[in-house]
């Protein structure tokens, strides 16, 4: 903006942007401090600045950098606790997040600080100085040739605005963010739970032959009752083997690179998928034992080779399903810990 006419002396002359004002030039700057003029009594007076409080400008709704904070601020907030819940679960997780968000705020109100300082700078030397107003409202702005009360009313008015759209964006954020862990949770148990009764009806099908492995060792079964418990638990096996590959094959894609609740979930999917791929060789190898126990062409070693893969796939079971509820815990309500630690118990019988 060009300067006043004439040896421009601070002082109240004709704001060069805004018809109806008169602005305050300190000899150097047109600084930001307005008055209505004579005869246009009808505008508005427009607020002047200030220095503020916490090195921002007053009225702080027309700071640029203030409002950058609260923008960059709330951002990082809503990824704070949305990274943060992740991780942790219940009161422990608020007793904790919210000195790390009081950390976080600190952490970025000291990198502003690194503009805000070297602005507060040079806002005092154009003129724009800490009034009397900012203590009072009200009060009345004295200057050389001029008397200005300057308003302050709307300034709550959006101060309240703001705040409360960081709130609400907190708790929409956090709100979906829940609902969409809740649905992906309540999504992996029914899963699990179709699965596992199809593993259950695996389990009774598949008793006959482990006793038979057994009696066998033991002398108490000869070779043709052997053969047709064999026989009978194929065909079981291979219409569970269907049914098994039919549920498998809902389980959803799932990411183990990813952090938090959506590696908790992928963990728990991953298990079930290696049950699904490990089953029909358990089937396999079960039967091939029976098989080499009353062969007369088997050895001892064939024998034990099926038992080494059975107690192999047993372990790599054990081992994938240990580790998703590991992964699950912390996400857990009460009565989802108790399932999983009554499935905790079996695995580690």
Not at 159 to 176: D, E, G, R, Y
Request: glycine share 4%; with cysteine.
């Amino acid at each position: 903006m060009k300067k006043p006419s004439g040896k421009a002396e601070a002082g109240w002359y004709d704001a060069p942007e805004t018809e109806g004002y008169l602005q305050y030039w300190n000899g150097k700057f047109w600084t930001k401090k307005k008055q209505v003029k004579d005869g246009y009594e009808n505008l508005e007076v427009l607020p002047d600045y200030e220095l503020g409080k916490l090195l921002f400008r007053s009225p702080i709704m027309s700071d640029g950098i203030f409002i950058a904070y609260l923008v960059l601020a709330g951002f990082t907030i809503v990824y704070l606790i949305i990274d943060y819940l992740e991780f942790v679960s219940g009161t422990t997780s608020v007793s904790l997040l919210i000195p790390a968000i009081g950390i976080t705020l600190l952490w970025i109100y000291i990198i502003f600080l690194l503009v805000l300082i070297p602005r507060r700078i040079i806002d005092k030397k154009r003129g724009i100085t800490k009034s009397v107003a900012s203590k009072d409202k009200n009060a009345i702005l004295t200057d050389d040739t001029s008397l200005v009360q300057v308003k302050y009313k709307n300034r709550n008015k959006y101060l309240f605005a703001i705040c409360a759209t960081i709130v609400v964006i907190l708790i929409a954020v956090f709100s979906n963010s829940k609902s969409l862990n809740q649905n992906q949770g309540d999504e992996y148990f029914e899963v699990e739970q179709r699965i596992s009764k199809v593993i259950r009806e695996w389990n009774v099908a598949a008793t006959p032959i482990s006793e038979a492995v057994q009696l066998i060792s033991n002398g108490q079964m000869d070779a043709a009752q052997a053969r047709q418990i064999v026989g009978d638990t194929s065909s079981k096996f291979a219409v569970i083997h269907n049914r098994l590959d039919d549920e498998c094959s809902t389980i959803p894609k799932y990411d183990l690179s990813s952090t938090g609740f959506e590696f908790a979930i992928a963990k728990a999917y991953d298990a079930i998928k290696v049950t699904c791929d490990l089953l029909p060789q358990e089937s396999v190898e079960v039967m091939s034992l029976v098989i080499a126990q009353i062969s007369a062409t088997s050895t001892q070693a064939d024998v034990d080779y099926h038992q080494n893969e059975i107690a192999m796939i047993i372990e790599k079971r054990r081992t994938a399903m240990l580790e998703s509820l590991d992964a699950m815990e912390p996400y857990l309500n009460e009565a989802q810990k108790q399932t999983f630690q009554r499935l905790r118990d079996n695995f580690l019988k």
